[in-house]
């Protein structure tokens, strides 16, 4: 895989810019968003993204002043149309490896239960299917395993700041194993291995051997939160740290090597990856040509290139980012705005060595 040269893309303009969130005067509207999909305000700011190559569409969290619908909302790429997969309010949210469906935590109101629920919804229709729960203001995390049959889940403790009872659940079968007492972290592409977190201690459960034990990752100080990959090549992290660069933690091989370095400052939010797991993608921040806002930056890179390319700006705080199941475009959050960029990662030529 290899980066395309993105000039055509940072010479688009917006057509409109909303009134950026930490910056009191309304800002320039000649910053390079991508192009515009749905209505201002489908989506919340800090809502998470995910793109379904089933239906093309990017699903999300509404915003508090909803433009189409309140729930769990998805707007189809090609022609901006919205609808409301669940009206329950979400709080996290992850897509199945075939893109067919969405598997997300709700907090339903006392009339609907007073719970927080883990449901899964097929994207193309049909009934959400409640798949755990756990009493209202208890909080669920969860991860699911490559090969989308082995979901890892916790929900908290009776003080939603302890760890609660950990789960595996066979979704082929509906068989459920216990775990441990903790929050996963990652979960091995065919769901033998998890790791969790359980206090200050990381733990490394085996399925097979229904053991586990202590893991020391190794990760360095100064990097932000990991973002995990768990594949057919081992267990790996993309770290961005506080010098402008995104690492490669490999724990198979033991080794953390740079593979970007920005001319910009990274914010520290983790990096996304993309679906084949050989690019990624990190925010990054500059002075606006006036010198009045900031201008937040959203860059590709490639992983075995070690190069990127700035792919979007705008001065509007920015939220999250994903990439289509392809990798040749990535949507991306500025406020409540959700915008599509060329992200096609060719043509960029690979540094001598």
């Known amino acids: 895989m290899r980066l395309l040269p993105l000039l055509p893309l940072l010479l688009l303009a917006a057509s409109c810019s909303s009134k950026s969130a930490d910056n009191p005067v309304s800002p320039p509207v000649n910053d390079a968003h991508g192009t515009a999909v749905g209505p201002d305000h489908l989506f ?8 379904s190559a089933v239906t093309d569409e990017v699903i999300g969290f509404s915003s508090p002043t909803p433009a189409a619908g309140t729930g769990l909302i998805a707007v189809r790429v090609g022609d901006g149309s919205t609808r409301v997969l669940d009206p329950a309010t979400p709080l996290q949210l992850a897509l199945s490896p075939d893109g067919a469906a969405v598997y997300y935590v709700v907090d339903l109101p006392p009339a609907d239960g ?4 883990l449901r899964r919804r097929p994207i193309s229709g049909g009934a959400p299917e409640p798949l755990g729960a756990a009493a209202d203001g208890t909080p669920i995390t969860f991860v699911l395993s490559l090969d989308g049959d082995w979901l890892a889940w916790a929900r908290a403790g009776a003080n939603p700041l302890d760890p609660g009872p950990l789960v595996l659940h066979h979704l082929s079968t509906g068989d459920t194993l216990e775990v441990g007492v903790g929050s996963p972290e990652a ?11 359980s206090g200050s201690a990381l733990r490394l459960w085996v399925r097979a051997t229904r053991s586990e034990s202590d893991v020391v990752l190794g ?6 939160p990991p973002a995990w990959r768990w594949d057919a ?57 006036s010198g009045t806002y900031t201008s937040h930056v959203l860059e590709v890179f490639d992983i075995g290139a070690k190069v990127g390319v700035p792919v ?42």
């Open 233 to 289: 090549n081992g267990l790996r992290a993309l770290l961005v740290d506080v010098n402008r660069q995104v690492k490669l933690f490999n724990y198979p091989l033991g080794t953390i090597t740079t593979v970007y370095t920005s001319p910009l400052d990274l914010d520290g939010s983790p990096a996304i990856w993309s679906p084949d797991g050989l690019a990624g993608a990190v925010w990054a921040s500059k002075p606006a040509a």
């Open 44 to 51: 919340a700011h800090a809502s998470q993204l995910v793109w």
């Open 187 to 197: 979960i091995a592409p065919d769901g033998s291995q998890v790791i969790y977190r």
């Open 312 to 353: 979007a700006s705008g001065v509007e705080e920015h939220g999250a980012a994903t990439f289509s199941s392809d990798d040749s475009r990535i949507a991306q959050l500025f406020g409540e705005r959700l915008y599509v960029a060329n992200a096609a990662t060719t043509g960029i030529p690979v540094p001598a060595r």
């Open 219 to 224: 990760i360095p100080a100064g990097t932000g």
């Open 114 to 117: 007073d719970s927080v629920v």
